[in-house]
């Protein structure tokens, strides 16, 4: 069935660094992928998403570009702040789940000043 | 525009006591999920509904748990009885259309002793 796997944390980095979570995916169909994430304390929320191959999602300074050949959707942000410190989730969803999100673990990341 | 409203935020029962979680979603919205989401795990669909009819039950434990939506509007999720392994957040999501983004709630934190 389909998949997730990203990359276990927590990660830990200085404010201003360079930040990539890892995710990739198994998936029969087309899914469409999808960065949600959750500030402590709070509900998810979608970051961003791409619908299909080379699409790139963008928000609050983070990108992910849906790439097919290497079946990843890797999170980047070029300058991460205390405030990103939060848990990612990686997840896909397509017609083949009954649409339904299929979930990797969770990324916890911690920023520190 | 008023977001997915969940109660209660925190309950601490012992275990083969009985809890009931309550969802109301975003205004208008067809489809209802109840997640659970185990620390460190990425959520789990319990159950989805479209309207007030289920469309996938298939991992909730129908033995303990039991989850309606009679009105099609608000919702509830029971369990009886509680055990150890029930420690988790519940989440409830919502959406427009069966493809649409998904909106959740705070989730309801579970403590069983």
């Known amino acids: 069935g389909d998949s997730v796997t990203q990359m276990e944390g927590p990660v830990t980095l200085s404010e201003e660094a360079f930040l990539t979570i890892n995710c990739t995916y198994t998936?029969?169909?087309?899914?469409?992928l999808f960065w949600y994430v959750q500030y402590p304390g709070e509900g998810l929320q979608l970051l961003l998403k791409?619908?299909?191959a080379d699409d790139k999602g963008s928000n609050k300074g983070f990108e992910a570009t849906y790439r097919k050949e290497t079946t990843s959707f890797h999170l980047e942000k070029g300058s991460v702040q205390v405030s990103d410190s939060a848990v990612y989730f990686c997840?896909?969803?397509?017609?083949?789940?009954?649409?339904?999100?299929?979930w990797g673990a969770g990324t916890k990341l911690i920023i520190k000043p | 525009e008023a977001g997915v409203a969940q109660s209660p935020r925190y309950k601490i029962i012992e275990k083969r006591q009985s809890v009931a979680f309550w969802c109301n979603p975003i205004?208008?919205?067809?489809?209802l999920y109840w997640y659970q989401q185990i620390l460190g795990q990425g959520p789990k669909l319990l159950i989805q509904?479209?309207?007030?009819?289920?469309?996938?039950d298939s991992q909730l434990p129908k033995d303990r748990f039991s989850a309606e939506r009679l009105k099609g509007v608000d919702s509830t999720l029971k369990i009886q009885p509680a055990k150890l392994e029930d420690s988790a957040v519940y989440l409830c999501?919502?959406?427009?259309?069966?493809?649409?983004?998904?909106?959740f709630g705070e989730g309801s934190r579970l403590t069983v002793l």
């Open positions: 999501a919502s959406t427009s259309t069966f493809t649409g983004e998904l909106f």
């Open positions: 205004s208008g919205h067809a489809t």
């Open positions: 509904f479209q309207n007030n009819g289920v469309v996938d």
């Open positions: 998936a029969t169909g087309y899914p469409s």
């Open positions: 791409a619908t299909k």
């Open positions: 997840a896909l969803r397509a017609l083949d789940s009954n649409y339904q999100l299929i």
